[in-house]
């Protein structure tokens, strides 16, 4: 009965990025994320409820198959890839970049990213649909991407000597995971310089929670996403700098591109009273549901959150919350604007469709989907700067702002 329990759990998670390290799709954004593998009621249930189609469309879709086994000269027509072919261009033509039909034989390893357990390059990857390109969010600390020097801000415009643009971010993943040990060749456009990398693919550890005392007694804590146990992380990590002295607190947000929806709430929840409405999810109908803090509070005191464009989806739930609610400045410039959620639904086949479901809001409903979150203070960093992973701590003007605040 408790195995059939955790099979059935159900996981917040939202989407913003594709995390690519097998990495290669995270997803950072999923909200409500509901992932059932047993029970063929609930499996039929949800076909019922979520995948339904018009007579009028699978009408027009038999006229073409039956043109195409009258006069189509090829042989061997493969019957599944054409359905696949017919259920993504469906799913593409909502023109929603959040919403993504994934096969039966990409579901597994789809799960297994989402959830954190990854093999490959390491980097977290975002569409850039105003210049329908693939850019890199930021690679992981430690990965081989990171070793090999790719940046935030590279834009992937061939992978394996296979050109590549926007409309191939739901794919590209599979582009670039692979074997451990194996290679995997990209070309990467940096400002005006084309660039080739041979990175060869690991067992990549994502997102280790990390935290210094900085001077004036001054705790700082990073980390690059939202992925299961990162909140018991940031709950040990704040409670090894309270017991080193600190008196107020940095958390450094940027170019966290989103993760588990249910991690960012247990931390933002650490920081107010129980029972304090951290968010609002609104469906297509209006319906509001309202998400209040679970946990006891453990930290009363200044806390400062840096921010950049980069930070979305999760990181902009707990630096919205926080915001609202008196509880922290924000530092930096304006985040990305991820403020959508997608649910995850197996299907019987063993398929899935990650479908956008609803919006959320901060404590002030205030939106945040296209808008992002305004800092309290705004901060650019020095045009010096190419990559705030590797930025001195000298040079670093935003974090040199919050601690001026906390000082």
């Known amino acids: 009965m408790e195995e059939e329990k955790k099979k059935l759990k159900v996981y917040k998670v939202i989407m913003l990025v594709v995390l690519v390290a097998f990495i290669t799709f995270l997803i950072t954004s999923i909200g409500m994320y509901q992932y059932f593998t047993n029970g063929d009621g609930i499996r039929n249930a949800m076909i019922k409820s979520d995948v339904t189609t018009s007579q009028d469309i699978a009408d027009t879709l038999d006229k073409y198959q039956t043109l195409v086994d009258k006069y189509y000269l090829g042989e061997d027509v493969d019957e599944e890839k054409l359905k696949e072919g017919a259920i993504k261009g469906y799913i593409e033509a909502l023109g929603d970049p959040y919403t993504e039909y994934i096969s039966k034989e990409e579901m597994e390893d789809y799960m297994d990213d989402t959830m954190g357990n990854f093999v490959g390059i390491g980097i977290y990857m975002v569409k850039d649909t105003e210049n329908n390109q693939i850019m890199v969010l930021s690679p ?92 018991e992380e940031f709950k040990n990590k704040f409670n090894e700098l309270k017991s080193n002295g600190i008196t107020s607190l940095i958390i450094d ?15 933002a929840g650490y920081a107010v009273d129980k029972g304090t409405t951290l968010l609002y999810e609104v469906d297509k109908d209006g319906k509001e549901t309202e998400e209040k803090s679970k946990v006891d509070k453990i930290i009363d005191m200044p806390i400062v959150i840096l921010v950049n464009e980069n930070t979305a989806s999760s990181s902009e739930i707990l630096a919205g919350a926080l915001k609202d609610l008196g509880k922290a400045k924000i530092v930096g410039t304006k985040t990305y604007g991820k403020g959508v959620i997608q649910q995850i639904l197996t299907l019987g086949d063993g398929s899935g469709l990650k479908i956008t479901t609803e919006e959320y ?20 960093l020095p045009e010096t700067v190419k990559n705030v992973l590797s930025v001195e701590e000298k040079d670093d003007t935003q974090l040199q702002k919050a601690i001026e605040l906390l000082k």
């Open 361 to 380: 809001l901060t404590p002030n409903r205030t939106k945040i989907n296209k808008v992002g979150i305004e800092p309290d203070e705004k901060v650019e």
């Open 140 to 231: 992981i600390k430690n990965s081989p991407a990171e070793k090999a020097g790719i940046q935030p801000g590279d834009y992937i415009i061939e992978v394996d000597g296979k050109q590549c643009t926007g409309d191939d971010f739901s794919t590209i993943s599979n582009e670039i995971k692979g074997e451990v040990g194996s290679t995997v060749k990209l070309k990467i456009k940096r400002e005006d310089k084309t660039l080739d990398f041979e990175i060869k693919r690991e067992n990549v550890t994502v997102n280790p929670v990390e935290g210094k005392v900085l001077e004036g007694n001054i705790g700082y804590i990073e980390f690059s996403s939202f992925d299961e146990g990162t909140a």
């Open 253 to 267: 947000l940027r170019n966290n591109g989103g993760g588990i929806v249910d991690e960012a709430l247990e931390i």
